[in-house]
């Protein structure tokens, strides 16, 4: 079984997120950290990125997502 590393699915989700990590790590430091520790979490876990953007589309988070990723 080919594991994913957890900067790489970090980097995944992000994008099916639509936000770019160097920018949104400037601009939301602290956000930005409990983001990543969140993501890394679920991928700790077992999840697929799918599961955790829906997972982040669903929680009460104000990030804004584009159409096509939902």
Do not use: Q
């Amino acid at each position: 079984m080919l594991t994913v590393s957890t900067n790489v699915f970090e980097k995944k989700v992000l994008k099916r997120l639509s936000i770019e990590p160097v920018h949104f790590e400037g601009m939301y430091g602290g956000y930005a950290i409990l983001l990543s520790n969140w993501i890394k979490d679920c991928h700790s876990k077992g999840k697929s990125v799918t599961e955790v953007v829906r997972e982040i589309n669903r929680s009460k988070l104000k990030i804004r997502i584009t159409e096509s990723n939902r």
